[in-house]
């Protein structure tokens, strides 16, 4: 078997988009008027916290494959003023948020309870708060959003291998900044987190062994397996270990920008930050190198993103553990490449309904549970 990157090919059935005439695509998206109608359309359940369930018309997988988006279009209009992280969360959504996650995962987990025949995963990809809308592979949805996916193996396995020079799987350059400039530290900072559940594991843990992704991330096992979901603590380190980032990403940034800037204001971390960022000639030597090649080259500077922009994703691995890494987003990437998966989305009715009876099936089931749980209400 070669290990590599995959290429999967996923049918979709078109829909018609009334886009008015001056407006790009995914400004036409993040409209309040667009949200209304993938409420109406494609919604499965909604609840008082403003959060929607629903379907994905252009999906990764038609295996499985849904969203909750906290849908702040219609009190927010502002689209950069929108929550695009749990971070952000009014505390009483957050709870609803993380119970309806654990729900969703353990649904996918029972239904598709062989890791040799199915790559769950679940996770939330936010973007840079300042990347200009109109930019090519901005998400479509400029709001916090969560993906539920899972992919048939034996499709993967028989898919072809992805360009490995595709830029949403090297990150755009940037992912090297994280992990071939700054490894040590990186994971270093991570280790000083101090985490309740979660227990710090390698890459022979967390890595594919079809795709070879993630790559050199930093990953936690979840111990327990799915059981741990339903431990509120669990959710606590999962946003402890999104705190970690967020410090790293803008203390580096902040570094790159300025040359000896202070401690970023409201830090999570600012001992770590002081103690183990910003006394580290290894941290601060590529943030120079950075920040003399954006000063004289446009292009490169213009695809910084500098803001805090992610991927974290809960998946199984090959023994059935589940993991939790997260990676800096890249120029455009979906969240299922982190896992080596590049979906190329195809207009195809007919192959599409093959698989839409069995699809829909299974985000009624869920959905009921959800209805169960007091989650929310049907659409």
């Not at 957050?94 to 309806?100: E, I, L, Q, S, Y």
């Not at 996916?149 to 090297?170: E, G």
């Not at 022979?204 to 979840?222: A, F, R, V």
């Not at 902040?254 to 000639?281: H, K, M």
């Amino acid at each position: 078997m070669i290990v590599g990157p995959r290429e999967i090919i996923t049918p979709f059935r078109p829909i018609q988009l009334n886009v008015p005439e001056g407006i790009k695509l995914n400004e036409f998206y993040n409209s309040a008027e667009n949200l209304n109608d993938l409420e109406n359309n494609n919604g499965l359940l909604c609840n008082p916290e403003n959060l929607l369930l629903y379907r994905k018309a252009l999906g990764h997988s038609n295996e499985f494959d849904t969203s909750i988006i906290y849908n702040t279009s219609k009190f927010v209009l502002d689209p950069l003023g929108r929550p695009v992280r749990r971070t952000q969360l009014p505390s009483h959504v957050k709870h609803v948020w993380n119970r309806m996650n654990q729900i969703l995962i353990d649904y996918m987990l029972e239904k598709y309870p062989d890791p040799e025949e199915a790559l769950v995963l679940a996770g939330e990809a936010s973007l840079d708060a300042t990347w200009p809308m109109t930019s090519p592979g901005v998400p479509s949805i400029r709001m916090l959003h969560n993906h539920f996916i899972v992919f048939n193996k034996k499709q993967l396995v028989y898919a072809r291998l992805a360009d490995s020079d595709n830029p949403n799987l090297t990150d755009g350059g940037q992912h090297s900044l994280f992990q071939s400039h700054m490894s040590d530290i990186y994971h270093r900072f991570f280790d000083a987190l101090d985490l309740n559940i979660l227990n710090t594991t390698d890459s022979n843990t967390s890595t594919l062994k079809l795709t070879g992704y993630p790559q050199g991330l930093p990953s936690w096992e979840i111990p327990g397996g799915s059981e741990t979901l339903k431990n509120i603590c669990f959710w606590h380190d999962y946003d402890e270990i999104l705190k970690g980032f967020l410090d790293f990403y803008r203390t580096f940034f902040s570094q790159v920008s300025t040359r000896n800037a202070p401690i970023p204001e409201n830090v999570y971390f600012p001992d770590q930050v002081e103690r183990i960022l910003l006394f580290n000639n290894n941290f601060l030597t590529t943030a120079k190198k950075v920040r003399d090649i954006c000063i004289s080259n446009a292009k490169y500077a213009n695809t910084i993103r500098w803001q805090p922009a992610f991927k974290q994703l809960i998946f199984r691995n090959d023994e059935g553990k589940l993991i939790v890494t997260i990676s800096q987003n890249s120029i455009g990437n979906a969240i299922t490449e982190l896992l080596g998966v590049v979906v190329k989305r195809v207009p195809d009715a007919k192959a599409y309904g093959k698989h839409e009876s069995a699809l829909i099936e299974k985000l009624l089931e869920v959905r009921q549970r959800l209805v169960n749980a007091d989650l929310g209400k049907e659409l």
